[in-house]
């Protein structure tokens, strides 16, 4: 991208051969974790939830700020607290849309108290959803034949349950009413060609109801092409306003 350059590159281990192979694609250095934001102005985390909690408050401490993808882990208290505290001090963390759309007319909603409900129903393949924390835990079976609801419940618990699944669940409760108020619904369905989301937000100021259909990214079926697309996107607004800056 023009006026973008990539400085480092790290993984979610000191060891990471993902991160060794992109930063020789980019021509960057390959970095601890710990040191990904040294000469830098803006870190971009895409490795996992897992990762984004134990990177994020060091990259913070640094003041440095950030471009978040991993979006389900700023509903963890402890990361969602100290989160407060770097915007707070004036630091930067930004969360782009990903796989979603819609939330613009949603934060307006919410803007004056005026948003009452949101929730979000997701339907994506077998395997795409098998392999998740609340799957695994639960013992439940995902059939190739039949589709099934796979879970009910609020958009915090979906993010501990489904990290690597429902970012978007996360971005829509941070746009309105918060995790513990937005309701998820997640179906298994063998017959799904696309990850399909509804969202829906009623509020004073009427009702809103966005419907997507999205293909997976090519190199992970858990996520959706979108996401990174939503990524170069925020990378290419704050890259005009940081250069404009100089």
């Not at 996992?48 to 978040?68: F, H, R």
């Not at 407060?84 to 004036?90: D, P």
């Not at 930067?92 to 979000?120: Q, W």
């Not at 990850?195 to 809103?208: F, K, N, P, R």
Request: charged share 15%; glycine share 10%.
């Amino acid at each position: 991208m023009p006026n973008v350059k990539v400085v480092n590159v790290a993984g979610a281990t000191s060891d990471s051969q993902n991160a060794r192979r992109v930063s020789e694609l980019a021509g960057a250095n390959a970095v601890p974790p710990a040191l990904v934001h040294e000469s830098v102005d803006l870190v971009l985390e895409a490795a996992t939830g897992a990762a984004a909690l134990e990177i994020l408050p060091g990259i913070w401490n640094a003041g440095t700020d950030t471009v978040v993808i991993s979006i389900g882990a700023l509903l963890q208290p402890g990361l969602a607290a100290r989160m407060s505290e770097f915007r707070a001090a004036g630091g930067r963390v930004i969360h782009p849309a990903g796989a979603i759309a819609g939330l613009d007319g949603v934060r307006a909603m919410a803007a004056r108290g005026g948003l009452k409900e949101a929730g979000i129903m997701t339907t994506k393949t077998p395997a795409s959803l098998r392999g998740a924390p609340y799957v695994v835990e639960n013992g439940i079976e995902l059939p190739d034949n039949v589709p099934m609801q796979v879970f009910s419940g609020n958009a915090r618990e979906a993010a501990i349950g489904f990290p690597a699944n429902v970012n978007v669940a996360a971005a829509l409760s941070l746009a309105g009413i918060g995790p513990d108020a937005t309701t998820v619904q997640i179906y298994s369905d063998p017959k799904a060609k696309v990850t399909a989301h509804v969202i829906h937000a009623e509020g004073d100021s009427g009702e809103l109801e966005v419907r997507l259909k999205l293909k997976p990214s090519p190199g992970n079926p858990r996520t959706s092409y979108l996401a990174a697309l939503s990524a170069i996107s925020t990378l290419q607004e704050l890259s005009q306003s940081i250069n404009a800056a100089r």
